[in-house]
């Protein structure tokens, strides 16, 4: 299982990465929630009254004592208070809106629209906002000024208090209480923005495909060389064709897919890899976790450039399974490495010599075998690997996915190092690492990736 560091660099890249694809959701929805509310959505209009409930009438109780009235004042207060949930639960009464549904009509001559009531207590105090709401503006002014009506009289007969006076009466509100369209459409565009960010980063962290050279450097170090990408070159691989695939050299006018440099980058590195044959020829294989990543491409290639600079080289297509190193290099031949194996015919009857005027030679697949690991287990093709050191400078082997068969790890045994290509968006890092644990199983010598 791969975990992600989630520190302050994941979050601002991911952000800086993101950020056009949230603007855009959020622009979306923002309108979305503009339009609903501009042109679907009713308006509702509010009106408010405000309420005092007193107590007692404090003239009529008091009798010249003074003290007598800070007490009554004070009990008044407490009690008051306490009586504001009295008052809050007589208006949700059906008793109430009865009367007020039966005086609407009765001076309407006309059903009492649907409407909602908000009741709210001043803290501390003995006021009462009772705020109407509904979808026309003189219809909220009127139920306001009923239902107001309605429950002075309530509490004067209900419960036995005189004291309770209007303080402001409804007023006609031509300006709507929602939809409140300019917070509709900030938080409708903060929504689109927030859910395609959770929606991105969910999809990030489930996908495990390497993306970059840093997320390669977290799973395996060195990494050798980085190869830019060409979208012309991946369309033309990907969809099948057959086409030069040697990008490394200048007469081949290929320059423009700026590759050149990197090969040349890789072949130097390579150069200060150890042979463990003293001053025999350097063997290495090129492998990928799972097919399609670019093996044969890198190691034909790299082949080109080593031959190019000079150095006698010699590349062999050790992928028995799905040759196509023929294709890469533009050589065609029906014999090859299977056939030696099976002796049909030997190293120099197979081998195509000085590959586009370099000194590089190549050693195709011939026909597909049946059992190709028995094949690169037998001694033979060890002793063909070191007949070859003793000719070549440099031998390049294109060896199958390490996943899914083993003939990746029986060659790499045979090789001053292996290196494993991986392919950006394709080679997840599960697999990478799968890879990697089965080479070094049988100590095979990763070099880099």
């Not at 056009?20 to 009254?49: D, E, N, Q, W």
């Not at 423009?256 to 003293?278: A, V």
């Not at 030997?346 to 690991?373: A, E, F, Q």
């Not at 029986?410 to 644990?437: F, H, M, N, P, W």
Request: hydrophobic share 40%; glycine share 6%; proline share 4%.
């Amino acid at each position: 299982m791969v975990i992600r560091d989630f520190d302050l660099v994941f979050f601002w890249t991911f952000l800086k990465r993101n950020i056009f694809v949230m603007l855009i959701s959020g622009a979306l929805l923002g309108c979305f929630a503009f339009c609903v509310s501009k042109f679907l959505m009713p308006k509702r209009y509010s009106s408010t009254a405000s309420v005092f409930v007193g107590r007692v009438d404090s003239d009529k109780a008091y009798r010249g004592d003074t003290s007598s009235l800070n007490s009554l004042i004070y009990r008044e207060l407490i009690i008051g208070s306490q009586l504001m949930e009295d008052y809050q639960e007589l208006l949700s009464r059906k008793r109430i809106a009865e009367k007020v549904e039966n005086i609407f009509t009765e001076t309407e001559g006309r059903k009492i629209p649907a409407y909602s009531m908000e009741v709210a207590a001043k803290k501390k105090a003995r006021f009462l906002d009772i705020t109407i709401t509904t979808i026309s503006p003189e219809d909220a002014q009127k139920i306001a000024e009923i239902i107001t009506s309605v429950f002075v009289n309530e509490t004067r007969e209900l419960l036995g208090i005189s004291n309770v006076k209007v303080v402001d009466y409804p007023k006609l509100m031509k300006k709507p209480v929602s939809p409140r369209i300019p917070r509709n459409t900030v938080i409708g565009f903060l929504l689109g923005a927030m859910g395609a960010a959770g929606i991105i980063f969910i999809l990030t962290i489930c996908d495990t495909k390497i993306y970059s050279p840093d997320e390669l450097k977290v799973i395996f170090e060195p990494v050798i060389g980085v190869l830019p990408r060409d979208t012309e070159l991946v369309k033309r691989h990907d969809s099948g064709d057959t086409f030069d695939q040697i990008v490394t050299l200048r007469s081949t006018g290929e320059d423009k897919h700026n590759m050149t440099e990197s090969f040349r980058s890789l072949r130097n590195n390579l150069q200060y890899i150890d042979s463990k044959h003293n001053d025999d020829g350097k063997v290495f294989a090129f492998t990928s976790s799972t097919p399609g990543e670019g093996k044969t491409f890198t190691s034909a290639n790299i082949a080109v450039s080593l031959a190019e600079a000079g150095y006698k080289t010699v590349i062999i297509n050790c992928d028995l399974h799905k040759p196509a190193l023929s294709n890469a290099l533009g050589v065609t031949s029906t014999q090859g490495i299977v056939n030696v194996l099976v002796g049909e015919a030997t190293i120099n009857d197979v081998t195509i010599r000085n590959i586009r005027d370099l000194s590089l030679d190549v050693i195709l697949c011939g026909p597909i075998p049946p059992n190709p690991s028995r094949l690169l287990l037998s001694d033979e093709f060890a002793q063909i690997i070191a007949n070859l050191r003793k000719e070549y400078e440099y031998i390049i082997l294109d060896a199958p996915p390490v996943l899914g068969v083993s003939d990746a790890t029986i060659i790499g045994k045979l090789t001053d190092g292996i290196v494993l290509v991986s392919r950006g968006g394709q080679c997840r890092k599960e697999q990478l690492l799968y890879a990697i644990e089965l080479l070094s199983q049988v100590n095979v010598n990763i070099i880099g990736a």
